[in-house]
């Protein structure tokens, strides 16, 4: 899905969770190579992000998955983009936002 790169701090779902129910989370950590957008780090496959079990409370951390961006990439890693709709085990990781740059539109398919 096109659209805007997101960075530290972009809420995520991932469907289903590690109980069963989506469970919510935030980008943490972006990992060298980095690309930046308005002084931002954006995120790429394999950044870090924080997820909170849904079902128990506790939180667990979760590697995006290595399928986003087919256009862009950054050292062999796919850009992260708002909407995007990532395979990352144990489910799909759904990006929700807010974007790092909303003046930059990557138009490549997942």
Do not use: E, K
Request: net charge neutral; proline share 17%; with cysteine.
């Amino acid at each position: 899905m096109p659209g805007s790169p997101v960075t530290i701090g972009c809420q995520v779902i991932i469907t289903p969770g590690a109980s069963g129910p989506p469970d919510m989370g935030t980008i943490l950590g972006i990992f060298p190579p980095v690309i930046t957008a308005g002084g931002m780090p954006l995120a790429t496959s394999g950044s870090l992000c924080l997820m909170i079990n849904s079902v128990w409370g506790f939180p667990y951390p979760l590697v995006i998955g290595p399928i986003a961006s087919t256009g862009v990439t950054i050292g062999g890693r796919s850009l992260v983009r708002m909407g995007d709709n990532i395979p990352t085990p144990p489910g799909i990781l759904t990006v929700l936002g807010p974007p790092a740059a909303p003046f930059i539109n990557d138009q490549w398919p997942p």
